[in-house]
Every structure is written in structure tokens, then in C-alpha cells.
């Protein structure tokens, strides 16, 4: 198993025996809907009141991984309004972290609703559904996250649009998801 798949796993693991609500979302929630892509990290986001962290952070380091002090003292980042904390460890002198977004927002509420159990790469794992991978990828807007846009639209064909553009009408990602959405439909005629 690779030192990612391992951290995947492990994670998954953890917030299980923990009883910690989880979604995966990125590079590996690709690989649940899309074209499987190299990913270095991994994302989830999790049902958990703040007050609750430090037992997260105490089985992280458990496992292995370090949490900041900046963490372990309550601070968050925040990426398009979804605070998250990280862990990290070293693989061969490389990091490996896992990024954790806290579901504290509406957008990341319902996505936890809507999530989906699917087989990565021989793991079972909540993964949030490929309509919400979608809206999340269009935030980061990164050129491989729109790459990931086209790869899950291609590979599942019709997705939720009513769910897609009331969510991203509020997430101000309006303007690329049509972009989207005729990119292709453009690829499949």
C-alpha cells in the first residue's frame, strides 16, 4: 500500500472508531467518480464541534501524525469559508498530511447529508457525492480541479443541475459551472 492509500486508510479508520461523521473529497473522491489521478494528500471533511478536536488530534498523533501547536490551540485555516486543521507526517523526507475540513457551514452541512459509501481503490468510504466533488472543485478552481470537473461529468454523465446551480449560485462558482456543464455536453455529442 502506498504511504497515501495508507494515510487514507488509516484516517478512515480512526474517525470510524471514533464515531466521527466523515466525507472524502478530493484526489480520492475523484477516484470514486472519475479518472484516477495521482493525489499526494488527503481531504475529508468531518461532523465535529470544535470542543471535540483535541480527542481528533490525540488519535492523529497516535497514528503517528503531528498536529501543529496552531492547531492544538484552536486556530483554524480557511479555505473559501471551510475551516479545516491538518496533520502531517514524513514519508522518505516528504510530507504527507491529511487536511480535515470542519463542516460548520450550510454548503458543508448538506454535502455531509448527501454523502455516499463507494469503494476507493479497495476501501469503503463515505465520499461526498459527485455533485458536491463537483461545487468543491469548482471553488478551488485549480486547472487540475476543472480537469476533475470534466473527468466526473464524463465518466457519470447527467448529475443533479438543479442541486449544482442553486448551490453554486451561493458559492459564486455560477459563471464556471455553466462553463462546465456545456463543456460537456459539447464532449459527448
Known amino acids: 500500500m502506498t504511504p497515501v492509500k495508507q494515510l487514507l486508510y488509516d484516517l478512515i479508520t480512526m474517525l ?4 466521527i461523521e466523515y466525507a472524502v473529497m478530493g484526489g480520492w473522491a475523484v477516484r470514486a ?6 493525489t499526494y494528500d488527503v481531504d475529508v471533511t468531518v461532523s465535529l464541534d470544535r470542543e471535540k478536536l483535541p480527542e ?4 492523529m ?34 510530507p504527507l498530511v491529511a487536511d480535515i475540513f470542519l463542516a460548520e457551514n450550510r454548503f458543508q452541512r448538506s454535502a455531509m447529508k448527501r454523502r455516499e459509501l463507494a ?21 478551488a478552481s485549480r486547472h487540475r480541479d476543472l480537469g476533475d470537473v470534466q473527468d466526473i461529468f464524463f465518466m457519470l454523465g447527467q448529475l443533479d443541475e438543479s ?3 442553486q448551490w453554486a449560485a451561493e458559492l459564486g462558482v455560477a ?12 464532449a459527448t455529442d
Open 16 to 19: 470510524e472508531k471514533l464515531g
Open 33 to 38: 467518480y472519475g479518472t484516477p489521478r495521482p
Open 56 to 59: 481528533l488530534f490525540a488519535a
Open 61 to 94: 498523533e497516535a497514528l503517528g501524525y503531528d498536529v501543529d501547536d496552531m492547531y492544538q490551540q484552536g486556530w483554524t485555516d480557511d479555505v473559501a469559508g471551510m475551516p479545516l486543521v491538518k496533520a502531517k507526517t514524513f514519508v522518505d523526507g516528504r
Open 119 to 139: 469503494n476507493i481503490n479497495g476501501i469503503d468510504a463515505w465520499v461526498v457525492s459527485p455533485e458536491d466533488l463537483v461545487l468543491m472543485k469548482l471553488v
Open 163 to 165: 442541486y449544482l446551480r
Open 175 to 186: 459563471e464556471p459551472l455553466e462553463k462546465a456543464i456545456l463543456e460537456a455536453q459539447d
